[in-house]
């Protein structure tokens, strides 16, 4: 996160030996990384690519591959890549029963990405899957409209704190947090002045809060 307060998405790789034992580190590294980013809602549908595209790894083309993970944006979308040096052994989507033992691993990707699909180099292959964040911008913060207008508020409320500020508006993240508790304890005297209980108060916007209301 940059003094501006945006989250700033680098891309991030990570090479490994594609082995059934790895799959549960890149599953917590995962967790992780996209908890650092600022995206712990699409971490399970995250680590689930990455687990069946990692097994077709293994079991197409074998245990103890060299391979990469790499995880990006792709404008709103967070990206997940996995890079292995054959390109023949292609994944494919295959239909499959409710009795059937194996072929469902790209069924689940189809189903839980919002696209996926595979890039074929001379010498590698990378099976990509794109999942859909609520970012307004690649680095934007996720919380959609709500967070949005409370940066808004925290900007202008800063502003008439700090008139003297060379730019109110681009408030550093502590700065922000400390005007965020302001503007909290503010509408809190707002509240008890026209007749309302602080406590009840809060406890209704932590059930909202909550709730994703």
């Known amino acids: 996160m940059n003094e501006d307060g945006c989250m ?23 967790r992780l990384h996209l908890k650092a980013w600022g995206l712990p809602r699409q971490t399970e549908v995250a680590q689930l690519c990455v687990s069946e595209i990692v ?10 591959t060299p391979t990469a993970l ?9 990206r997940v890549e996995v890079r ?10 295959v239909a499959v029963g409710p ?22 180099g001379s010498d590698h292959k990378v099976t990509w899957c794109e999942i859909a964040t609520d ?12 967070v949005t207008r409370a940066e808004a508020m925290i900007s202008i409320y800063g502003a008439v704190a700090s008139p003297r500020a060379v730019n109110a508006s681009r408030l550093s993240v502590a700065v922000a947090k400390d005007t ?5 304890v503010d509408l809190l005297h707002w509240m008890v002045v026209h007749g309302f209980d602080a406590d009840d108060v809060l406890d209704m916007a932590q059930a909202r809060f909550e709730s994703g209301l």
């Open 8 to 30: 700033i998405r680098k891309s991030w790789e990570l090479p490994f030996l594609a082995e059934p034992k790895e799959v549960a580190v890149l599953r917590r590294i995962l």
């Open 55 to 64: 097994a077709n790894v293994i079991r197409h083309v074998g245990a103890g």
């Open 70 to 78: 790499r995880l990006s944006m792709s404008g709103t979308y967070l």
């Open 84 to 93: 292995d040096p054959d390109s023949r052994a292609l994944p494919t989507l």
């Open 99 to 120: 009795d059937s033992e194996s072929g469902r691993g790209m069924a689940l990707v189809d189903a839980m990405a919002d696209r996926w699909g595979v890039l074929l």
């Open 135 to 146: 970012l307004s911008t690649p680095n934007g913060h996720a919380g959609g409209v709500r």
């Open 180 to 184: 965020a508790i302001d503007v909290i």
